[in-house]
């Protein structure tokens, strides 16, 4: 599981940020090769709370879900007990935090928020449209519905 991975720190600290980090995770996906592997970005990206960002060549996939710990003071409920990459991940005044803050886009290289945003710069590099073999007899995901 990742954070982020950023290239400056943001102008704010954690009391005013209202628990960014706290509202997502990231894990990283295989770097897309194939249509299939690019249609499937398409596909994860379809469902609702997901993005998708690209930092250094490397994809991630980002489920923006709010960590169930998370105070409505915006505090960490377990704090003493927190996971240990609750605790590598902060801000501070160096080039070297992995803090992105509260924007969702902040400093990665590419971000994506929906299927639009992802199809856009797949056509720009050339990736789609994109034709999918289809196997003989394949059935559809819901039963041939579609
Ligand atoms: S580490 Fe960064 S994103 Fe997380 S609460 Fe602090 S300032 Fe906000
Ligand atoms: S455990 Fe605490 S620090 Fe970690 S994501 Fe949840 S609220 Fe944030």
Not at 2 to 9: M, N, R
Not at 46 to 63: G, M, N
Not at 72 to 98: A, F, H, L, M
Not at 135 to 146: A, Q
Request: proline share 7%; charged share 30%.
């Amino acid at each position: 599981m990742v954070k982020s991975s950023p290239k400056k720190p943001p102008a704010l600290n954690c009391q005013d940020c209202g628990g960014a980090c706290c509202k997502y995770f990231a894990l990283e996906l295989d770097r897309p090769k194939t249509s299939e592997d690019f249609d499937n970005l398409r596909w994860y990206i379809a469902h609702k709370d997901i993005s998708i960002f690209i930092d250094k060549k490397d994809w991630y996939l980002q489920v923006n879900t709010i960590c169930r710990y998370l105070t409505p003071e915006s505090q960490c409920g377990i704090y003493d007990r927190r996971p240990k990459i609750c605790r590598v991940y902060g801000w501070d005044t160096t080039e070297e935090t992995e803090c992105h803050g509260p924007e969702p886009d902040n400093l990665h290289d590419h971000y994506f928020a929906n299927l639009e945003e992802l199809e856009a710069y797949l056509k720009k590099i050339g990736k789609y449209p994109f034709r999918i073999k289809k196997k003989p007899n394949e059935r559809s995901k819901n039963g041939g519905l579609k």
